[in-house]
């Protein structure tokens, strides 16, 4: 793998965990507990569609074959997609919302961060811009978190069953392979072991204030990098792709 080819992995997985995600907070956009929240759902999915744009834009002059947004996100087979895992869980309830959104967005923001000073200028500018959305996305999750955690006892135990539930896909937020590795040492980007250390202490403090219990150490899932899906991810890509299924090559 040649460095125009590891970055253009790379930015494509940024693409694929920000539409996935997407994808999966759009399906529940009128089923929030109060309007307010179901607005800012919708908000937080156009956010992610925004920047799942941004990175397929990028990769597609990577890659110099002439593809362009529609084509990474409508015209790829479900093994293609390189998404972590964690995005790709189900809706479940509105706890697990919650909880699959604050883990992720704690990672997503430090990879974020770093790849803001990284040296490839536009996946350093593209992140920066990113960043200031997912900061209030956390916020807000970190918030609701906090709230039903030390709410009532079945809020806490549902939402501590969510936090259960979902760790398993955790791990493989950092278990990198040779693109990460490149990305790391060819342009200074994200270290995953320090992201790691740092997720987990950010985690952890969210997670107290909740007064809920970290899960104990445990087997983690993964696969999601190298087009290893779990099988809900192939109901998600037929219907984000049915239209482009029925009319191939269908434009606005």
Aim: charged share 25%; net charge negative.
């Amino acid at each position: 793998m040649n460095n125009e080819q590891a970055l253009f992995r790379y930015v494509v997985r940024l693409g694929d965990n920000a539409l996935v995600l997407a994808q999966r907070l759009i399906e529940i956009v009128a089923d929030g507990p109060e309007l307010e929240e179901e607005l800012a759902n919708a908000n937080f999915s156009l956010d992610y569609l925004g920047q799942a744009r941004m990175f397929y834009s990028y990769a597609g002059e990577i890659e110099g074959e002439g593809r362009m947004e529609d084509d990474f996100a409508f015209r790829r087979p479900d093994r293609e997609f390189e998404n972590v895992l964690l995005v790709e869980q189900p809706n479940g309830h509105f706890g697990d919302v919650i909880v699959r959104s604050v883990l992720f967005d704690v990672f997503y923001l430090l990879q974020l961060e770093a790849l803001s000073e990284c040296s490839d200028q536009r996946l350093a500018e593209i992140s920066l811009k990113t960043a200031k959305e997912i900061r209030y996305h956390l916020r807000y999750g970190s918030q609701w978190l906090i709230r039903l955690g030390d709410g009532t006892e079945e809020s806490h135990g549902r939402v501590q069953d969510s936090l259960d539930k979902l760790w398993r896909f955790t791990g493989e937020l950092f278990s990198g392979d040779e693109t990460d590795e490149w990305v790391l040492a060819g342009i200074a980007g994200p270290d995953l072991g320090e992201l790691q250390v740092a997720w987990t202490s950010a985690v952890a403090a969210i997670v107290e204030e909740a007064t809920l219990a970290l899960p104990e150490d445990q087997w983690m899932a993964g696969g999601g990098r190298d087009g290893r899906h779990s099988e809900d991810f192939g109901y998600l890509i037929a219907d984000m792709q049915q239209l482009q299924r029925a009319y191939p090559g269908l434009n606005w």
